[in-house]
């Protein structure tokens, strides 16, 4: 036996593992309904500057199935939606949501809204915060055609990216004033 060491692997590439292409996933769904009962459960989202908000719907989410998968909108997505941002790139924000436990995979997503993505990959939950009602819930009809559901998960009071860079502006002006 060697005792040549292992190389080094870096934390972006293990992640990149979780960052999946839509055929990729779809093998992947397929497996894991294969190999199991557990649920297939749905969230997407900007997630430009993770906070505790985020991380309580995802692993809330997470508890609802075995299998979690993330959309995140790309960047000119979320250029559409939200004039000004993203903050962090598409691959930056992918690789951070990757790297929770919770997370199975990660898909990015260039529509405005997931329901393309949802009509392919049929998840079992689709999971949103508590800023949305279920009818408004986009692919609601989809999960509830498959006899799946959607959950709404109460949101953490004072966490939203857009605090944060409000937060970030007023120290700025804060600093830039004296």
């Given at each position: 036996?060697?005792?040549?060491?292992?190389?080094?692997?870096?934390?972006?590439?293990?992640?990149?593992?979780?960052?999946?292409?839509?055929?990729?996933?779809?093998?992947?769904?397929?497996?894991?309904?294969?190999?199991?009962?557990?649920?297939?459960?749905?969230?997407?989202?900007?997630?430009?500057?993770?906070?505790?908000?985020?991380?309580?719907?995802?692993?809330?989410?997470?508890?609802?199935?075995?299998?979690?998968?993330?959309?995140?909108?790309?960047?000119?997505?979320?250029?559409?939606?939200?004039?000004?941002?993203?903050?962090?790139?598409?691959?930056?924000?992918?690789?951070?949501?990757?790297?929770?436990?919770?997370?199975?995979a990660?898909?990015?997503f260039?529509?405005?809204?997931?329901?393309?993505?949802?009509?392919?990959?049929?998840?079992?939950?689709?999971?949103?915060?508590?800023?949305?009602?279920?009818?408004?819930?986009?692919?609601?009809?989809?999960?509830?055609?498959?006899?799946?559901?959607?959950?709404?998960?109460?949101?953490?009071?004072?966490?939203?990216?857009?605090?944060?860079?409000?937060?970030?502006?007023?120290?700025?002006?804060?600093?830039?004033?004296?």
């Open positions: 036996m060697s005792n040549v060491p292992n190389p080094p692997v870096s934390i972006a590439s293990v992640m990149q593992n979780k960052i999946m292409t839509i055929d990729n996933l779809k093998r992947m769904i397929a497996v894991w309904r294969i190999h199991g009962s557990k649920k297939i459960v749905f969230t997407n989202g900007c997630f430009d500057l993770l906070h505790p908000g985020h991380l309580h719907v995802i692993h809330e989410a997470k508890s609802l199935g075995g299998i979690l998968i993330v959309g995140v909108n790309t960047d000119s997505s979320v250029k559409d939606i939200k004039p000004g941002r993203p903050i962090q790139d598409e691959n930056s924000r992918a690789i951070i949501l990757a790297s929770l436990e919770a997370v199975d990660v898909i990015l260039g529509e405005e809204t997931p329901l393309e993505l949802i009509k392919q990959l049929q998840p079992d939950v689709i999971v949103k915060g508590g800023d949305y009602k279920p009818e408004e819930v986009v692919g609601k009809e989809v999960t509830d055609a498959n006899g799946g559901k959607v959950e709404i998960i109460a949101l953490l009071e004072n966490f939203s990216t857009t605090g944060i860079i409000k937060k970030m502006e007023n120290r700025k002006s804060n600093t830039s004033s004296t």
